[in-house]
């Protein structure tokens, strides 16, 4: 059987829901009809440490000067396991708990071996989420590696993280630091700050008066409408930048290894 807990928050109307914790799929559909914001996490495990990471979640809705915000802490699932790790010269692993150890080279992060940037899948089922959130909400994501999606209307999106893909609906303002992974918004309506190391960003529809987008192994791509006004800065290291529609814009565009393309 599933494992699932689901938090309501102690208001009414639109709050900042700030998350945190290690996740795997984090989905947010901001729903005019909802009432109160609702965030439902479960795992497909019965018994073990993901269980134990859903149910060991924290949360509290606080008021910060005239908005609420709905904070909601989920630890790391906490591993105990003997293996031995290949590649490591033969060496043997035994009963490593938790986060944050450091083996020749290769770390342990919540119990599973990170391989290419992303934990071997037999250490435990994945934590996802399931968030409703009345218009007007925000969202702020900080840990490990949760991929994102949101359908609907977001006030504001702020995310720092490790390993995730961001695949956004229309936001008032985002800023956005990852380290692997593709950034994709549909529109900006006043700001965004977007980087990624590895991955591409794209701006489907850009209304706003500031952003910058960077990237070192990725592409850029930014379409702009009649609203949009002011400066833009698109920086790239090995990729190509586009730029649609922008001509009354400030656009600064640099890459190292690629093309510039103005249409």
Do not use: W
């Not at 996740?23 to 009432?35: F, I, K, M, S, Y």
Request: proline share 5%.
């Amino acid at each position: 059987m599933p494992t699932h807990e689901t938090i309501r928050a102690a208001v009414t109307g639109p709050v900042r829901v700030h998350l945190d914790g290690h996740t795997g799929l984090v989905n947010v559909t901001v729903d005019p009809d909802a009432v109160s914001a609702t965030v439902s996490i479960y795992t497909q495990e019965a018994d073990g440490p993901s269980t134990h990471a859903v149910t060991s979640t924290t949360h509290r809705t606080v008021t910060h000067g005239c908005g609420h915000i709905l904070q909601v802490g989920i630890p790391a699932a906490q591993h105990d396991f003997s293996r031995t790790i290949s590649g490591l010269n033969s060496t043997s692993v035994h009963n490593v708990i938790g986060p944050g150890v450091t083996i020749n080279g290769s770390v342990i992060m919540s119990g599973g071996v990170i391989t290419d940037g992303r934990p071997d899948a037999e250490d435990g089922t994945p934590i996802e989420i399931e968030m409703t959130l009345p218009t007007g909400s925000s969202l702020t994501l900080t840990g490990g590696g949760p991929d994102l999606k949101v359908e609907g209307t977001l006030a504001e999106l702020n995310v720092e993280a490790t390993n995730s893909s961001i695949l956004c609906g229309p936001v008032g303002s985002a800023v956005v630091t990852i380290v692997s992974g593709r950034i994709d918004i549909d529109e900006v309506f006043t700001s965004a700050r977007l980087s990624t190391v590895n991955g591409p960003i794209e701006v489907a529809q850009y209304s706003g008066h500031e952003l910058s987008a960077s990237s070192v192994n990725g592409s850029l791509s930014l379409t702009a409408t009649d609203r949009a006004s002011g400066r833009a800065d698109l920086t790239t290291v090995n990729g190509s930048i586009t730029t649609r529609k922008a001509e009354h814009l400030q656009i600064t565009a640099s890459t190292v290894h690629g093309s510039i393309f103005r249409r």
